[in-house]
């Protein structure tokens, strides 16, 4: 009997250890100083980087409810993480322009794509993945942080947040991969961006240039030259198409002052109330197994001993009384986290109507960012084939070009 009692309780000790766990592998991200330049970097050696908004899955009411968290806060998370993101590789002053983008954009050097696995104000886990204009991927992994009640002390928006050793390890990863990239290769993929940019607004005169590589890369066949005319206008559309986009990041940086006061005390508050959470859950389980084990100690103790019945009864009394008042602190845990989801409120809303100006007229964009994205582009290439007079290619308007193989 000894030996299945310690068993059982052996048992119970992993049930207590594994209730914290998170459900998913990552990289545990500890303190982690930023790598920021000692000096300027030349101009060619310079990536622009575009981050799209974040995504997250659907979550259930309950799910939601267990990770602390409702659907609101993560959809205005996809906007506030990217943004936050933003600053921190523009702090480096290793990069060129950095931008969030409403989706995958062709016309930028790195492309870095995120998904929220969790946050809840006391951990925060992200999927990141980095991939250049080639194709080549930098990073892709899972990270995650663990903020405790001083990681809310002196934080400044733009800055330093709770979980800013998140951030910093994410830069300092971008960094490390690029560092070991030859000056060539950089150059390289600046170049690629161009020429997948110019192929998307003129297929015609550019799908010879590049060429699908191994592992779905993409490979430069030739290249334009240095004057080429088709070149600089189409070089002079994607400008116009970074008129829009940084216009929505005044947008984006507006939402994340403006997110930023009521998001900190939110999460903070929300680690408090976790913390409290956690006591009590740690309670009411411990309660519950140890009256499963007395229970299972009484009846295999009257099993094994007649003559230990009555003493066996009265631990199965005992043990059913204390699984009663371990559910009993269940309950009160529910009325915690009941009160955590009133702090989710303030978190959504629509994009506004942006009016732009291009060649003297006005053009008003509505709908979500990624649909005003969709509807500057398809004014830049309206006026592109004005200007050439090329028709556009139905292909590309269906998204079915595609790549020349290797010869």
Not at 118 to 123: D, L, R, V
Not at 184 to 208: V, Y
Not at 219 to 234: F, G, S, T, V, W
Request: proline share 3%.
């Amino acid at each position: 009997m000894k030996s299945n009692f310690a068993y059982l309780a052996g048992f119970a000790l992993i049930l207590i250890i594994l209730s914290g766990c998170a459900t998913y592998q990552a990289q545990k991200v500890g303190a982690t100083p930023i790598l920021q330049a000692r000096e300027e970097i030349a101009e060619d050696q310079l990536l622009d980087v575009g981050i799209t908004v974040f995504k997250s899955e659907e979550l259930s009411p309950e799910k939601a409810e267990q990770e602390g968290t409702s659907n609101e806060i993560r959809k205005a998370e996809g906007n506030f993480i990217p943004d936050h993101l933003k600053n921190t590789l523009q702090r480096t002053s290793h990069w060129g322009a950095v931008r969030v983008v409403p989706g995958s954009d062709n016309s930028v050097d790195l492309l870095v794509k995120g998904e929220i696995l969790e946050s809840n104000g006391e951990y925060l886990g992200l999927k990141i993945e980095v991939t250049d204009a080639t194709g080549r991927i930098w990073v892709a992994k899972n990270y995650r942080a663990e903020a405790t009640e001083t990681s809310y002390t002196d934080n400044r928006a733009g800055q330093k947040d709770a979980f800013q050793d998140l951030y910093n390890t994410i830069a300092n990863d971008m960094l490390q991969f690029k560092q070991k990239l030859h000056p060539k290769n950089i150059r390289k993929i600046r170049t690629t961006a161009k020429l997948k940019f110019a192929r998307e607004f003129a297929p015609d005169a550019f799908s010879g240039y590049l060429a699908k590589g191994e592992n779905d890369t993409v490979e430069i066949k030739r290249l334009p030259a240095y004057d080429d005319p088709m070149m600089q206008r189409l070089l002079k559309i994607r400008e116009r198409e970074y008129m829009y986009v940084d216009t929505l990041n005044e947008r984006y940086d507006e939402f994340y002052r403006q997110m930023w006061p009521s998001y900190e005390n939110w999460r903070q508050l929300n680690l408090t109330e976790r913390m409290a959470l956690q006591k009590i859950k740690r309670e009411a389980l411990t309660k519950q197994l140890l009256g499963a084990l007395m229970m299972v100690a009484g009846v295999m103790g009257s099993v094994s001993n007649s003559n230990f019945g009555a003493i066996g009864a009265g631990m199965i009394i005992l043990g059913g009384q204390v699984i009663i008042s371990g559910f009993n602190v269940s309950k009160e845990a529910q009325l915690n986290e009941a009160a955590i989801g009133e702090l989710s409120e303030s978190f959504a809303g629509e994009m506004k109507p942006v009016v732009m100006e291009l060649e003297g007229k006005q053009y008003e964009l509505t709908g979500s960012a990624e649909e005003q994205f969709k509807q500057w582009r398809a004014l830049l290439r309206k006026i592109y084939f004005a200007e050439t007079g090329f028709e556009p290619d139905p292909a590309l308007q269906n998204g079915e070009a595609e790549y020349d193989e290797e010869p």
